[in-house]
Each structure stands twice: as C-alpha cells, then as structure tokens.
T-cell receptor, first 113, second 112 residues
C-alpha cells in the first residue's frame, strides 16, 4: 500500500525567507507521481506542483520547487521568499499506477511578518 | 468555467437520517473521487469512478454509496448517518489517472 509521511505538524517561517516542508513516501510501484496541495483557512484545495517518478529534473513552479530524492524516497517542498499568504496547510500526496491519490496528514505553515 | 461544483456547502443531520451530497463537473473528466477530511487530518478516499457506470471503493467506504450514471455527476449517498461521519467532504475530478485533481469547495457535514 502507498503511504505518505509528513513529520512536521507545524512550521514557522519569517516573511521573505525560504522554508522546506518534508515529505517521505513508501511504494513498491516503480511508476508514481507526487503532488503537493495547499489548503488555506478558507478550505479549498489548491494544486501546487507535481513530480513524476521518471522525471529527471526536480519540478519547479514559480516560488515552489520540489526537492526529489528518489533513493531516499523523499519529495520535500521548498517555498522561496515566503509571503503572508503562504500561511496554510500543505499536503503531500502520491498516486501510483493503480491507486488514486493518497494524502499525508499535512503540515501547517505559519508565515510571520 | 464552473469546474467542480458541490452542494450543499453546509448541512446538519440527525443520527439515522440520510442525505445525498451532489457533485458535478463541467470539464468532461472521466475520473471522479470523493474524499473526506476529518479535523486536523489529511484527506481519505471514500469512493472513486473511472467513468460512467464504473465505481470502486477507496480506503473508507463503509456507510456510503455512490453512483455514476453520467460523466458529469458523481453523487455520494449517506445512509443512516452516524456522528463518525461528521467531516468535510470533497469531490474531485481529473482528466486522466495521472493528472492533478481538481477539487470542489467542499461540504461541511455535522451529524448530531
């Protein structure tokens, strides 16, 4: 079975600083995809970034980048130049060839002015 | 573009009542999903569908039923509501199995 572990229940970061949110995963399927979603206090789920298991380069989307270390089974999200609007819950998720998206428990990020 | 639309946004049920959470998408996506999110937790998959007429159980299907008669609609039925079903329910869709999910805005359900 697929599993996502997010070990940081809460994180604080100073505005304009970079922050790394940890995510480790477990799967025996060689083909999988890793996703990060943001959930602000309003509750909606916002897609941030995707990394496929066969992608050679780490994914980037604006201020978001994914530090993908396949051998260590980690897919950490890096947010550069944090903004107050980045305060939210962040969820890591994995999808395999025959299993829909499985989510971790999330990390609450608080950006301090 | 409406995307994924869920109704209602809020609902309070009494123990033993039944209700249907509605979900419709206008993106012609084959894949649709129902997740629930308990307070302070991640999302858990209840049911999913890979196309009209095809549904399958997720991680937490007990107490729920689904149907998929059209590509657009994927209603979730709660029979005999229980306090353990108090949660926020999200419907989502995707164009392909490997693609990102588009989520609805959620339904906050309380069973008292």
């Amino acid at each position: 079975a697929q599993k996502i572990t997010q070990t940081q229940p809460g994180m604080f970061v100073q505005e304009k600083e970079a922050v790394t949110l940890d995510c480790t995963y477990d799967t025996s399927d060689p083909s999988y995809g890793l996703f990060w979603y943001k959930q602000p206090s309003s509750g909606e789920m916002i897609f941030l970034i995707y990394q496929g298991s066969y992608d050679q380069q780490n994914a980037t989307e604006g201020r978001y980048s994914l530090n993908f270390q396949k051998a260590r089974k980690s897919a950490n999200l890096v947010i550069s130049a944090s903004q107050l609007g980045d305060s939210a819950m962040y969820f890591c998720a994995i999808r395999t060839g025959n299993t829909p998206l499985v989510f971790g428990k999330g990390t609450r990020l608080s950006v301090i002015a | 573009n409406a995307g994924v639309t869920q109704t209602p946004k809020f609902r309070i049920l009494k123990i033993g009542q039944s209700m249907t959470l509605q979900c419709t998408q206008d993106m012609n996506h084959n894949y649709m999903y129902w997740y629930r999110q308990d307070p302070g937790m991640g999302l858990k998959l209840i049911y999913y569908s890979v196309g009209a007429g095809i549904t399958d159980k997720g991680e937490v299907p007990n107490g729920y039923n689904v149907s998929r008669s059209t590509t657009e609609d994927f209603p979730l039925r709660l029979e005999l509501a229980a306090p353990s079903q108090t949660s926020v329910y999200f419907c989502a869709s995707s164009s392909r199995w490997s693609e990102k999910l588009f989520f609805g805005s959620g339904t906050q359900l309380s069973v008292l």
